[in-house]
Each structure stands twice: as C-alpha cells, then as structure tokens.
C-alpha cells in the first residue's frame, strides 16, 4: 500500500524504512534534505542504556538552584513559562518517583531494542564508520555526588539488565586528556556514539531510496484530506495515499491543531558548538558541573547543553556561555569552529513518552513525534510500532506501551 511520511528526522526516516521493510510504498517528504534539524544537532548517543527518561529535578535545593538561574542543566526564561505551565506541571508530577518508576518500566522496552533496531539501518546504509560501540562517561567534579550516582547506576542496572563502570578520579585522568582532576565517573558501555548525527540520517534515507522509497521536497502545510486518503504538494507534483505520519519533531503540535488536537509539548532548547582544536575525548563526557555533553564528532569536539525553556524562535547564549566556562576548567577548549551555535528544540511531552499511533478522528492519519531527549535513540523503533499498527499487527512490546504512547492519553493532547 502507498504511504506518505511527512519529516525526515530520525523518527521520520525510521518509520519510513520500517513501513518499506514491511512492503509498502513509501514517500518520505521533508521542506529541506533528510536529518537537517533537530536530529542533524543532538549529541548523537544510541542511547539502549536509557531505561529511565529524565526526569524533572524535584529536590526543593535543585528547584531552587534552577529559580534562582544558579543551574546550567535547566536554564529558563520566565517570560516563556507561562505559555508551558500546564505541560511543565504535568512534568514535575510524573517526576515523582512512584510515577516516573511506572513509566520506566515501559519506556525501557523501547530504549532496550534501540541499538537492536539501529543495527540492521546502519549495515544498509553503509554507515558503520558513523558508529562506534564505546559508551559514554558522566564525569562528576563532587566526591558526594559521584556516591550518590553510583549507587543509583548499581540500582538501574540491576532493574533493568544494563552494565556500567564506576572509575575514580585517577581512573579517569588515565583515560581522557583533562586538565582538572574529576572526583570519578560513571561509564556506560552499551551507548553507541555516532560521529555525524546528520549524516547517519542522510545515509538511512539514500538507503531508503536504494530500496525503491521516494524523498521528496514538500510542505507539510499542503497535507489535505482527498477522498480516499490524504495528498501533499511536493516539488515533484502532489502525492496521494490511504495513511500519512507526522513525523515533523517539535513541529508537528502546530500541524496537528489545524485537525483539532491541541498538544501539550515542552519545548526544550539545546545548543551546539564545536571546537576544532579541544583535546580529543576518547568518550562523550557529560559534565555534570554544567550540563553539558562533550562528544569527540567529525567536526571537532561538540559541546551540546542541557535543557532551556524558551520560546521556539528565540536564542538565549548564556547557557552556553556558561557552559564553556565550566567545561573550560576541565579542558581548553579554543575557538568556535566556523559552523558556530547550532539551536534547536528536544520535543517533550509531560510524561517522556513520545506519541505513537492513529489521531483519532481522522482515518489514515498517524503520528510520531514528541520523542524528548530520545529521538535520534528511538527513531527506529517507535517506527517499527506505529508500522506494525498501521498494519493492524500487534507490535513488538506490551500492550501497555501501546496505550502509553497513544496521543489521545490523558493530559498530552485534547480536541480544541
Ligand atoms: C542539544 C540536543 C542534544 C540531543 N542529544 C540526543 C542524543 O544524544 N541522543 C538522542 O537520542 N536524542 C538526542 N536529542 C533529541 C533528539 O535530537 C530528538 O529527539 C530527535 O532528533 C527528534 O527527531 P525528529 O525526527 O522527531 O525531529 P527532527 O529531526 O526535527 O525532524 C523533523 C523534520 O520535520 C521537518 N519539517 C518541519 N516542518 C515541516 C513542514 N512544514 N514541511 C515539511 N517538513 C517539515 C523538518 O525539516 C525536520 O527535518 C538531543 C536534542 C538536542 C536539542
């Protein structure tokens, strides 16, 4: 059957492979080339280990910390909260720790398939240069904190089958050329770690097309309902087919309120610079000091940081400013490559799962997006699900996954 996927993010060329791996034929169709947003800037962890989605800081000190503008992880403009208040008060209440257990026990059976899902993309596309199987350290400069971390990477590997390191200070000056001496790290070793997010994404949509996929250019504000389906006007002419997805990252809300469903999405900013000449990491590094993930990439080393609350269009430089502050008293970092500061938004829905599956009320339409700070993770596997639903078989985790990711769950979208 004849499929339209509307974004060619990671999650969007993810679920057109999975629907051609299943026998469909499929137009993927984006305004710019495969993997140029929001896929083409994040810190380019596979991230298996992911059992546990971030949750919202609930400590009344860290709360504090991120009032008063003391934190870098969590970085927020007031003027901007409150257009996110109802969707940022259903975040701080699935943060609560019974809460955010219930929804770890199900989003782990999505982390736990990614690099399963990744690796037979990867092999097609040609792309095992992109990859490297080397995990990720979260470096903590505070002895306390580090005891802290550790005790709760021994439980989370425990609870959900993962393996981790514990390295101290002297482990890691060993290991990666810093010129502060950290109180230790955690090491994840299941992480993949891609070298160029944005190529991994343009080398899995020219595998896409190898296989007989069209890409095409065209507006997703053109999508309109036709009478046996759904047509788009694309640079090659208008395309028509009985189901399309959403899949347009922290865009897709504002195409879903013109069919009546208003999304409660957070819209978390990150940045991105890199820096040609920094020493070169044999891991990423997430700076826990600041928030920010050093990763050693095609580019240099990147720096992303943490999350900010700011309006869509809007750039605020002090989270990265203050970000390379604090990584400079670990490394010298050197001037901005010429690419400068990248910006873009992880798109969050106030219970970290991403919505998967039909809008109801409109035969044929379906979506995936709202993946947070997973994206580039699980792009290929929530579109191995929403494949299998459109399909009408049942997917491959729980059924409980399933209702966890419908749009229509309670407090992520309404009918306006
Ligand atoms: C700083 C930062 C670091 C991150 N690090 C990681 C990480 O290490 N690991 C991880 O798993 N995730 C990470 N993420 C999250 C991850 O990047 C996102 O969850 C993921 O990229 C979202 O993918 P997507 O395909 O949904 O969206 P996108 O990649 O944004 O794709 C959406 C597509 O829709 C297209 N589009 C939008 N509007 C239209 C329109 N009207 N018509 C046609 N096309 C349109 C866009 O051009 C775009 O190509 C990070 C995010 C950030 C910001």
């Known amino acids: 059957m004849e499929m339209i996927v509307l974004g060619a993010g990671m999650v969007g060329t993810g679920t057109a492979l999975a629907l051609q791996a299943r026998g ?8 710019a080339a495969p993997g140029q947003e929001t896929s083409f800037g994040n810190a380019g962890l596979i991230q298996s280990e992911a059992a546990e989605p971030y949750a919202m800081p609930r400590h009344p000190r860290a709360l504090r910390d991120i009032a008063l503008g003391r934190s870098n992880d969590v970085h927020y403009a007031s003027r901007h909260l409150p257009g996110q208040a109802g969707a940022l008060w259903g975040y701080f209440r699935n943060s609560a720790p019974k809460r955010h257990a219930q929804i770890s ?47 709760d990477a021994a439980r989370v590997t425990q609870d959900y089958g993962l393996d981790h390191a514990v390295y101290d200070g002297e482990d890691m000056a060993r290991r990666e050329p810093l010129s502060r001496r950290l109180a230790g790290a955690i090491h994840w070793p299941q992480t993949w770690v891609c070298s160029d997010p944005g190529a991994l994404v343009a080398a899995y949509a020219t595998a896409f097309q190898a296989r007989g996929g069209q890409v095409l250019r065209g507006n997703a504000e053109t999508l309109t309902r036709a009478p046996n389906g759904w047509t788009v006007r694309t640079e090659a002419g208008t395309v028509s087919a009985p189901h399309v997805v959403l899949a347009l990252g922290p865009w897709t809300p504002s195409l879903l309120r013109g069919f009546g469903w208003r999304v409660a999405m957070i819209g978390k900013r990150g940045y991105h610079c890199h820096y040609p000449d920094a020493p070169v990491l044999r891991r990423p590094l997430l700076d826990t000091g600041c928030g920010a993930m050093l990763v050693p990439m095609q580019g240099g080393l990147r720096l992303t940081t943490g999350a900010g609350l700011t309006a869509q269009a809007e750039h605020d430089p002090r989270q990265l400013r203050r970000a390379e502050h604090s990584v400079g008293e670990l490394m010298p970092l050197g001037a901005r490559g010429p690419a400068g500061v990248w910006a873009g938004l992880r798109p969050c829905l106030p219970d970290m799962f991403p919505a998967t599956g039909p809008v109801p009320g409109h035969a044929g339409l379906w979506v995936n997006f709202g ?31 399933i209702a966890a990711l419908a749009l229509d769950r309670g407090g992520i979208a309404r009918r306006s």
């Open 24 to 31: 469909h034929e499929v137009t993927l169709i984006d305004r």
């Open 371 to 401: 993946h947070g700070h997973h994206g580039f993770t699980l792009g290929p596997t929530t579109g191995v699900v929403l494949a299998a639903q459109i399909d009408g078989d049942t997917p491959p985790v729980e059924a409980p996954v």
């Open 105 to 151: 026990a199900l989003y782990h059976q999505l982390t736990r398939r990614a690099t399963r899902d990744h690796a037979p993309l990867v092999e097609a596309a040609g792309a095992q240069a992109l990859i490297r199987e080397i995990g990720y350290h979260i470096g903590f400069r505070d002895p306390r904190a580090l005891a802290l971390a550790a005790r």
